[in-house]
């Protein structure tokens, strides 16, 4: 059995995986797991990945959840160039500390302002209260400043002057709120310069394809979403919008 990958390119971090295999030739069977229709919550699914999350990997009897665990152990198995998740300290250093800070930051932000914009709406039968848009854009906002303050500075890329992990984790959460109708590149020159870069880097045809479906997401529709699944972000959201 080769190596497979449990993947829906809705998510970001299964793109980011996409993204690393394909640009980088390593071969994978291409197993999609359906998160809309709630195939991920399937007993079949189970077996691969008990956490019940995408992405998963299976490699012969080994599986693997996590998607920072598997880009590294796909970067390790098949030796892939340096620059990815750099040999020396201090580079990699910066490749580690950008992923440990990425997930409640751009992360976090950029999906909440994807959750809100697109599904709330969409299970509340209302139309969004424009504080409550402008409430999480501004925390986007805030993060987005840090990143470009912190982490990129005047450099190329994230660790210096070629792409790596780091750069490729953070464009697919960004493009998330992008997927929403938010165009965050739009005013930010340098932001926009380093997409480009980055984009560049994997290949343009490969990275428009990888975000064909989300970039589509406004288009979604409550049928087009299993039920139980319908019930699960109606909770989460409204819990989340109670608290803030």
């Given at each position: 059995?080769g190596?497979e ?7 970001q971090?299964c793109?980011a995986l ?9 071969p ?21 990945n ?30 892939t ?33 994807f959750?809100t ?21 501004e ?8 990143f ?26 960004l ?13 930010r ?25 989300i970039?589509?997401?406004?288009n ?11 019930e699960?972000?109606?909770h ?9």
């Open positions: 059995m190596l990958l449990y993947l829906d390119l809705l998510s971090p793109r996409y993204l690393f295999a394909r640009s980088n030739n390593i994978f069977e291409f197993k999609h797991v359906e998160l809309m229709k709630g195939q991920h919550r399937t007993e079949e699914f189970r077996k691969v008990v956490l019940m999350k995408v992405p998963a990997l299976r490699d012969g009897s080994f599986t693997l959840a996590e998607s920072i665990a598997i880009l590294l152990y796909l970067a390790r198995k098949f030796k160039p340096d620059h990815w998740y750099p040999s020396d300290l201090q580079k990699r250093a910066r490749v580690d500390e950008y992923l440990s800070w990425q997930h409640v930051n751009i992360r976090g932000k950029g999906s909440k302002l959750l914009k697109v599904l709330l709406p969409l299970l509340t039968g209302q139309p969004l209260p424009p504080e409550k848009l402008e409430g999480v854009t925390e986007l906002n805030v993060v987005l400043k840090q470009e303050e912190k982490f990129l500075q005047d450099k190329p890329f994230i660790a210096g002057s070629e792409i790596s992990l780091a750069d490729l984790v953070a464009l697919v959460e493009m998330q709120p992008v997927g929403a109708g938010y165009n965050l590149f739009e005013e020159p340098k932001l926009a310069e380093w997409r480009r870069r980055v984009e560049e880097a994997v290949g343009k045809q490969l990275f428009q394809e990888a975000h064909e479906g970039l589509n997401a406004k979604l529709t409550a049928d087009k979403i299993a039920p139980e699944l319908l699960h972000f109606k989460q959201l409204l819990k989340q919008a109670s608290q803030n």
